[in-house]
């Protein structure tokens, strides 16, 4: 079972959108869509509103992942500002998915049973 994720505190905007991700590739094949990017400026949790900024644009542009995340920070005389970014993926069907499926093979109909040489029904021996 998946594990959950903790409810998001009161006030904390909540984005559904493509998993975000650290790592530079995944194991599924994928397109790459492009550089995306979220930011942020000051606030309580720059880096938070970053990453859902970058989780929000990804969902624009139809990603289904965001791989390669990193961070950069600098300061503003607005206070501290966090841009998230990283490359954008769609992935690619799978083979399973992309193949037609197959007709699954059916056993074969039994015949019908074949009658005996023999004097047909209702007539007599000689």
């Known amino acids: 079972m998946p594990a959950l994720a903790a409810p998001a505190p009161q006030g904390t905007p909540t984005t559904t959108g493509p998993a975000l991700s650290t790592r530079e590739t995944t194991s599924r094949p994928f397109v790459e869509l492009g550089i995306m990017f979220g930011q942020a400026l000051g606030g309580?949790?720059?880096?938070?509103?970053?990453?859902?900024?970058?989780q929000s644009i990804g969902a624009e542009h139809g990603c289904d992942a965001i791989i390669a995340v990193k961070l950069m920070h600098y300061p503003t005389t607005a206070g501290p500002a966090v841009v998230a970014y990283g490359t954008g993926v769609r992935f690619l069907p799978t083979a399973q998915a992309a193949a037609p499926s197959a007709p699954q093979e059916q056993a074969p109909t039994p015949a019908a049973p074949v009658p005996e040489a023999g004097p047909a029904a209702g007539q007599r021996r000689r």
């Open 44 to 54: 309580r949790e720059p880096v938070m509103q970053a990453m859902t900024n970058l």
